[in-house]
């Protein structure tokens, strides 16, 4: 009786917030390269991760240090100072106020159909008692897909972070762990897991797929393979309709071989693309122009539209950032054009991040974010590890209630009828 009337309760808070019952979402399917609806029909996803939500980055919110950079520290930090009962609290205080209606709200602002949820595995499974869900395990997952289908928008499932880690880096969860691939336990549970989501989401057409496992590069290409085709099987046993997305490892997508060949269907590969960042040129027109037009006709977008050919597969591309370290309206430009041409070949995309807050605040050159903090409204930097529980609880509801600076130039130009041409010649 309570969970139908708490059903009922959420139910009416969304129809408030939207002035209507929004239209059930068609659910989607891949159909060669293309994303499509069950009549066949072309569907572009637009979209935005919501980063540092269900899978913490210190980076996108003023608190990055060299002794706690990583969910897993700040979760045994906060348990060795406060408890396990009361590091779960602080946890559920930080997530209601990192992503609230007002954040819902601006998504389709940014003319956008799609979000990326990354999520953490011990989000859904209780790490003290494993293969048993948390009693609380779906509540943010089913929020999320509630709050996204309400505004039109599909939801694609992101494994952020396994149990063990997928990698070195601190958004596997844990730096320099990377347990994943070297623990058969380890690739079990994450089966499992995977077990209990497509069981719980099968009939939700909100949902348009699961994002297997991000950036799986603490493995070779040939084990990422091997993994990534056991939980597609795992999946199909219980969902055969959801479109399953299979990562790519920093080298490539090769070792997985034509989908169809290896009995796969209602597949999409995922990379991500960061032109102008982490060693790939400079942030700036040029790179961007080379990589998105390929004006020698090879190369950049161009050789992943022949490799997808030969593949006959759809195609996320899962994180690009377009506009950092740029000025804001060129930046609103490119963030535009990346769009448009990922959805000309028929590629969902989805940009990296929706939020990024920073200590002094402003909608800055090197802000990640679709919003930022605005300028002056600070936010502390804390050391977790000598911070006063009422300065953390303090901080986490900040996060709440700081007033905003969207990225003007970007939502313009994201609704703009008219499309730009930023690298027209001069």
């Not at 009922?8 to 969304?14: P, R």
């Not at 990326?116 to 089913?142: G, M, Q, S, T, V």
């Not at 963030?335 to 002094?360: C, E, P, Q, T």
């Not at 909608?363 to 502390?380: K, L, Y």
Request: contains cysteine.
């Amino acid at each position: 009786m309570f969970r139908t009337v708490f059903a009922l309760i959420q139910m009416l808070a969304l129809f408030a917030l939207s002035g209507k019952v929004a239209a059930e979402l068609p659910m989607l399917a891949t159909q060669g390269k293309y994303w499509v609806q069950a009549d066949g029909r072309r569907v572009d996803l637009k979209g935005a991760n919501l980063g540092n939500w269900l899978m913490l980055e210190f980076w996108m919110m003023g608190q990055r240090s060299e002794a706690i950079d990583d969910q897993c520290t700040l979760e045994a930090t906060l348990d060795k100072r406060f408890g396990f009962a009361e590091r779960e609290r602080l946890m559920k205080l930080f997530r209601d106020n990192w992503m609230t209606q007002r954040d819902w709200d601006l998504l389709p602002r940014f003319g956008l159909n799609m979000v990326r949820l990354p999520f953490i595995w011990n989000l859904l499974e209780d790490e003290k008692n494993p293969r048993h869900l948390r009693p609380d395990a779906w509540h943010y997952l089913d929020l999320a897909i509630d709050q996204a289908e309400a505004r039109g928008l599909y939801v694609i499932l992101d494994l952020h972070g396994a149990v063990g880690s997928q990698g070195t880096e601190h958004h596997s969860g844990c730096a320099n762990r990377n347990l994943l691939w070297s623990r058969p336990d380890y690739q079990d549970r994450t089966a499992w897991l995977w077990e209990q989501v497509a069981k719980r989401y099968r009939d939700r057409a909100a949902v348009a797929g699961y994002s297997l496992l991000n950036e799986p590069w603490g493995s070779t290409q040939e084990q990422m393979a091997a993994l990534m085709k056991k939980l597609y099987t795992t999946v199909r046993a219980v969902d055969p309709r959801h479109v399953i997305i299979l990562p790519g490892h920093h080298q490539g997508i090769d070792a997985y071989g034509k989908p169809a060949d290896a009995g796969m269907h209602n597949v999409a590969f995922e990379m991500h693309f960061y032109p102008g960042h982490f060693g790939w040129g400079k942030p700036g027109v040029q790179v961007h122009r080379d990589w998105l037009v390929c004006p020698s006709g090879t190369g950049g977008v161009c050789d992943w539209v022949s490799r997808l050919t030969r593949l006959d597969a759809a195609f996320f591309v899962g994180e690009f950032q377009p506009w950092a370290d740029m000025e804001n309206e060129l930046g609103g430009q490119i963030g535009r054009a990346s769009f448009d041409a990922y959805a000309s070949h028929g590629w969902a995309a989805a940009i990296w991040s929706l939020k990024m807050v920073s200590n002094a605040g402003g909608q800055v050159s090197g802000n990640w974010g679709m919003v930022a903090n605005t300028a002056g409204e600070r936010v502390p930097a804390l050391d977790f590890a000598t911070a006063s529980l009422g300065e953390i609880e303090d901080l986490f509801k900040r996060f709440g209630t700081v007033s905003y600076a969207p990225h003007q130039e970007l939502m313009r130009w994201m609704s703009a009828s008219r499309a730009p041409d930023p690298f027209k010649a001069p």
